[in-house]
T-cell receptor, first 117, second 115 residues
Framework: AQKVTQAQTEISVVEKEDVTLDCVYE???????LFWYKQPPSGELVFLIR??????QNEISGRYSWNFQKSTSSFNFTITASQVVDSAVYFC??????????????FGIGTKLQVIP | DTGVSQDPRHKITKRGQNVTFRCDPI?????LYWYRQTLGQGPEFLTY????????KSRLLSDRFSAERPKGSFSTLEIQRTEQGDSAMYLC?????????????FGPGTRLLVL
């Protein structure tokens, strides 16, 4: 069974600070996909990134960066120079390779980030 | 480029009433998913459609819940005889069919409150 753990339920930072959101996953598959989604107060889940299990290269997109380490089953997300608009709930998610035609996605419980001006 | 849309965005109903939600996926996406999200939790999978065929249902989807996607485009989720425990955000997502990997794109959700 697949599982995603986000140990940090709430984080508060002051604007312009860097913040890292932790994600640890469990899966028996050798092929799987990891995701991060952002959920602002409006409620819509916004896709941020997808990584597959064969690609451990870290990724940077503007102020966002992701650190994927298979050895520790972690897929952490760092926001550099945080802004008030980054305030949201962030979900880490995992899906295994397609079985029966679709990928079942398992979400963590989310980390609520509050950026204080 | 329109995203996934859901209607209504909010619904308040009394216990025992029936409610129906609609989801319009991204036009070229043939896969459609329904999730339920309760307060302080991540979304939980309810059901999956490929075109008009409902291929997977979670055990969370009790007999009071039914979902359809009659023409392989929009989908409806109906809850009969609503209970207070049904209060949650109902999210719809769609994705294109690919051989290996896919990303699910979510709509804004329908927030249901059962009084």
């Amino acid at each position: 069974a697949q599982k995603v753990t986000q140990a940090q339920t709430e984080i508060s930072v002051v604007e312009k600070e860097d913040v890292t959101l932790d994600c640890v996953y469990e899966t028996r598959d050798t092929t799987y996909y990891l995701f991060w989604y952002k959920q602002p107060p409006s409620g819509e889940l916004v896709f941020l990134i997808r990584r597959n299990s064969f690609d451990e290269q870290n990724e940077i997109s503007g102020r966002y960066s992701w650190n994927f380490q298979k050895s520790t089953s972690s897929f952490n997300f760092t926001i550099t120079a945080s802004q008030v608009v980054d305030s949201a709930v962030y979900f880490c998610a995992l899906s295994e390779a397609p079985s029966g035609g679709y990928q079942k996605v398992t979400f963590g419980i989310g980390t609520k980030l509050q950026v204080i001006p | 480029d329109t995203g996934v849309s859901q209607d209504p965005r909010h619904k308040i109903t009394k216990r025992g009433q029936n409610v129906t939600f609609r989801c319009d996926p991204i036009s070229e996406h043939n896969r459609l998913y329904w999730y339920r999200q309760t307060l302080g939790q991540g979304p939980e999978f309810l059901t999956y459609f490929q075109n008009e065929a409902q291929l997977e249902k979670s055990r969370l989807l009790s007999d009071r819940f039914s979902a359809e996607r009659p023409k392989g485009s929009f989908s409806t989720l109906e809850i009969q005889r609503t209970e207070q425990g049904d209060s949650a955000m109902y999210l719809c997502a769609s994705s294109p069919r690919t051989l290996v990997q896919e990303t699910q794109y979510f709509g804004p959700g329908t927030r249901l409150l059962v009084l």
